[in-house]
């Protein structure tokens, strides 16, 4: 099992970016496709961005893509996720998990997630 710490959230104004970090503890991160979730005030958690397990691979939303680039230092046992011209609708808690399709949807393995960063973009 691995587990996870998102770092690098904050305050932001419309058309910053910012770059959050995953950084997950023991020696099997590099076996796990990953990914990053979001969640806005009472509204469901959504799939932001995922990555295979080499990196050779990354899948984004529609609301993600063209923005935010996701990518992951298997070294360094750490995931990134790099957001460009954010928005005020990108305000959520931000969450890393291992990642897994159900039913053709992006799903994070219970038990993997983060405990989440805040993201808040002022307009």
């Known amino acids: 099992q691995v587990q996870l710490a998102e770092f690098g959230g904050g305050l932001v104004q419309a058309g910053d970016s910012l770059r959050l970090s995953c950084v997950a503890s023991g020696r099997t991160f590099s076996s796990y496709a990953m990914g990053w979730f979001r969640q806005a005030p009472e509204k469901a958690r959504e799939f932001v961005a995922s990555?295979?397990?080499?990196?050779?691979?990354?899948y984004y939303s529609d609301s993600a893509k063209g923005r935010f680039t996701i990518s992951r230092d298997n070294a360094k046992n750490t995931m990134y996720l790099q957001m460009n011209s954010l928005k005020p609708e990108d305000t959520a808690v931000y969450s890393c998990?291992?990642?897994?399709?159900?039913?053709?949807?992006?799903?994070?393995?219970?038990?993997?997630w983060g405990q989440g960063t805040q993201v808040i973009v002022s307009s």
């Open positions: 990555i295979s397990w080499s990196g050779g691979r990354t």
């Open positions: 998990a291992a990642v897994t399709v159900v039913n053709g949807t992006w799903a994070g393995v219970p038990g993997s």
